[in-house]
Each structure stands twice: as structure tokens, then as C-alpha cells.
């Protein structure tokens, strides 16, 4: 969007020539007759679009993406990349594509989803055909249910009629009002068509920490006995999340039928972050401010966090979460 503005320069610096006297009144009149084409041509140019100039999926770049930016998330990564592409490359998805993410606070939920609209908007998480709903900030009171699912409905429809190929991402899933997240339903099924609008091509992302509890025990059990991290599979995990996500009367999809109606295709799990997950991460953020990425400051970053189980501090509390304030005070 940023870039828009040139058009609007062009016109602005014209203006004020015009203004000034700076020229005769038939030069003054081709000139803003000229200036105001040019600058709504640029203007043009510049403002997004909902086509492929603006619109189109690097199944590499996402690849690559998952592979060199995001750590110790072996079984999101394939997950992610193979839901994502299947989508994207299918000319005539029969469903909007609907992903749950679940995992430990500040292990990647957020930061997998930026990958993914990196991957596919131009403008990536500013593109104006991402959206993304914090229940804390956009539905803060439980009395107003009934207001917010209208207006959650309409905006949803809203955005998709303006363009088929929507994001949706809606953070701290666990803090929603179940209803609330009923009333989108129709949304995601099997539909051709509600009322002349077609959704099958939008994407849905819930991120939560629901379920987080039973993967760090998962985790955990592997840890103790010695195996690998990679070797923690999606079937050790999958089914103990979808069930403890939808008994877990605070996830915001206690007892909804989107579970039941097999409405999510996919239940992508997060890790627990580990003391070397850390230290990249320390390092990426060093890289991405344009510092020498320094080991050592890295593992005092990583040495400052705190770890649990209190008796083992194999995990991360906070994930990746506090590296960039931790980093400020060691450089
Ligand atoms: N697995 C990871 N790999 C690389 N960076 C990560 C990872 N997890 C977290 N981070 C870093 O920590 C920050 C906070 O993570 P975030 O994705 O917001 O966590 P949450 O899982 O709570 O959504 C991200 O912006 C990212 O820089
Ligand atoms: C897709 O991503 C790859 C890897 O990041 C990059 O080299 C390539 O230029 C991208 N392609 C397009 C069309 O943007
Ligand atoms: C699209 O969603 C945003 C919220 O992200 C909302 O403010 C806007 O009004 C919606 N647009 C339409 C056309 O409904
Ligand atoms: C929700 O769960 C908590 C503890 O898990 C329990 O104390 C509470 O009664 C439950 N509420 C409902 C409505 O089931």
C-alpha cells in the first residue's frame, strides 16, 4: 500500500507547480490533466488486486521458508506444506481449506501463518485480503455474543465477495465463544455456493493453545525415554488433540460441530520449544536486525529463559516469545 502513495505524490507536486505560477495556463492545464492520469495510473498499478499479479503461491518459497525459518516444528512443517500446496494447486477445491493449529505459547502458530501468507499474498500479512480476528481485541464480551456473530458473519461474506482468495486467521481460538465460532460454519462446508457467494477457496486458520497440554506430555514421555524428537509422529498426537481440544471447555470449540462434522481438514501440532530452538531462534532474530549472529549471545538469550518441567527444564515456558526484548538488553 505503501507504495500507492507515488501516485498521489506526482499529483501533489504538480499542484503545488500549478499553484506556485510556475507555468503558463495552457501548460498548467495539460500538465494537470497528465498529472492526474499518471497518478491514477500508478495509484492503479500499485493498489492490490485480487488476481495472480498479486495473488499466487510459491510452493518453493514455502518449502524453503519452512525448512530455514522455522525450528524444531518437524511434523507442522509437513503438515502445513502439504495441506497448503494440495489447496492451492487445485483449480476446484469442493471446500475452503480449514487448518487448526495447536502447541505451547509462542512455539510458531503465529509465525507458521505469516509463512504461509508470505507464501501466497504479495503483500503478505498487509495484504488486504488477510484477515486476522483476536478474540480478545475483536469479541471481548461474552454478553454481546449475538452482535458478533453478525457482524463476524457479514465481514466474513464481505471480504470474501470482495475476494475469493481470503485469509481468515483467528488468534487465541481458546478465549472465543464456542457459538461464535458455530456461526461460521456454513462457511466451511461442502458447499457450492451461500447465497450467490462461493467460499471454497478461502483459507481458515485457528491458532490455539488448546491441546497444548497433551502434546507437552507426548513430548515429554519421548524425551524421557531417550528417542528423538523427530520421530514423534502426526498419529502420536493426533488423536489425543482433537479429543482434548474438543472436551477442553476453554478452547472455543468446546462441543462445536465443526469437530464433529469433520469440518477442520487439518490438526497441525506444535512442539514445545527446546534450549537449541531457542538459540536459533536468537540467532535468526540477530540475522534478520542485520547483527553478526553471535553463539554467545545466543545462549545467554537462551540461558535467561526459563525452562519446565521444574525437575528436567527440557521446554521453553515462553517459547520463542521474549527473544527480541531478551536480545535489546545483550546487544
Ligand atoms: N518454531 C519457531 N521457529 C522460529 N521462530 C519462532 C518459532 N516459534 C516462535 N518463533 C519466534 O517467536 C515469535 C513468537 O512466536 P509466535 O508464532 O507468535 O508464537 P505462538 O505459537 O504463540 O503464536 C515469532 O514471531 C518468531 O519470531
Ligand atoms: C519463490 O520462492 C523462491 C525461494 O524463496 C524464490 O527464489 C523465487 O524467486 C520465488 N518465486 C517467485 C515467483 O516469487
Ligand atoms: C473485512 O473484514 C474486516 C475485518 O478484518 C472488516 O473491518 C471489513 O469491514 C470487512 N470487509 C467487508 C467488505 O465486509
Ligand atoms: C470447565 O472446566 C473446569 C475445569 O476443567 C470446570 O471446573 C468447570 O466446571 C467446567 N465448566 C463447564 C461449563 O463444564
Redesign the pocket.
Known amino acids: 500500500m505503501k507504495v500507492a502513495r507515488i501516485g498521489l505524490w506526482v499529483h501533489v507536486l504538480l499542484t503545488v507547480s500549478v499553484l506556485v505560477g510556475a507555468f503558463d495556463p495552457f501548460t498548467t492545464t495539460v500538465l494537470v490533466t497528465v498529472g492526474a492520469t499518471l497518478g491514477r495510473t500508478i495509484y492503479k498499478y500499485f493498489q492490490e488486486t485480487c488476481d495472480a499479479k498479486w495473488i499466487a503461491f510459491n510452493a518453493t518459497g514455502l518449502k524453503v521458508d519452512l525448512d530455514t525459518?522455522?525450528?524444531?516444528?518437524h511434523l507442522?512443517s509437513r503438515v502445513v506444506l502439504k495441506a497448503v500446496s494440495g489447496f492451492m494447486t487445485n483449480e476446484n477445491p469442493k471446500k475452503p481449506l480449514v487448518l487448526s493449529?495447536h502447541?505451547?505459547?509462542?512455539?510458531?502458530?503465529?509465525?507458521?501463518?505469516?509463512l504461509i501468507a508470505e507464501n501466497i499474498y504479495k503483500e503478505g500479512m498487509h495484504s488486504s485480503y488477510v484477515h486476522v480476528f483476536t478474540s480478545t481485541l475483536h469479541f471481548p464480551h461474552p454478553s454481546q455474543i449475538d452482535a458478533y456473530k453478525a457482524q463476524l458473519q457479514q465481514w466474513i461474506k464481505g471480504n470474501v465477495t470482495n475476494c475469493e482468495r481470503s485469509m481468515f486467521i483467528f488468534?487465541e481460538m481458546d478465549k472465543m465463544h464456542p457459538g461464535l465460532i458455530d456461526s461460521i460454519k456454513p462457511y466451511l462446508e461442502y458447499y457450492d455456493k451461500i447465497d450467490g457467494v462461493s467460499y471454497r477457496k478461502s483459507i481458515f486458520v485457528f491458532?490455539s493453545?488448546a491441546g497444548g497440554e497433551s502434546i507437552v506430555q507426548t513430548a515429554l514421555e519421548f524425551w524421557k525415554a531417550g528417542r528423538s524428537r523427530e520421530d514423534l509422529e502426526l498419529k502420536d498426537l493426533e488423536t489425543s488433540l482433537s479429543l482434548s481440544v474438543f472436551n477442553n471447555n476453554n478452547s472455543g470449540f468446546f462441543r462445536t460441530n465443526l469437530i464433529d462434522k469433520s469440518l477442520i481438514d487439518f490438526f497441525v501440532p506444535?512442539l514445545p520449544?527446546e534450549y537449541l530452538?531457542v538459540v536459533?531462534?536468537a540467532m535468526?532474530?540477530m540475522k534478520a536486525r542485520r547483527l553478526e549472529p553471535d553463539r554467545d549471545v545466543a545462549d545467554k538469550v537462551a540461558r535467561d529463559l526459563v525452562y519446565f518441567p521444574k525437575s528436567e527444564r527440557v521446554f521453553s515456558v515462553k517459547?520463542?516469545?521474549t527473544?527480541?526484548s531478551k536480545l535489546d538488553y545483550y546487544t
Open positions: 525459518k522455522l525450528f524444531g516444528q507442522a493449529l502447541g505451547w505459547t509462542g512455539t510458531g502458530k503465529n509465525f507458521i501463518s505469516k488468534d491458532l493453545n506444535f520449544l530452538h536459533q531462534c535468526a532474530e517459547g520463542c516469545k527473544i527480541e
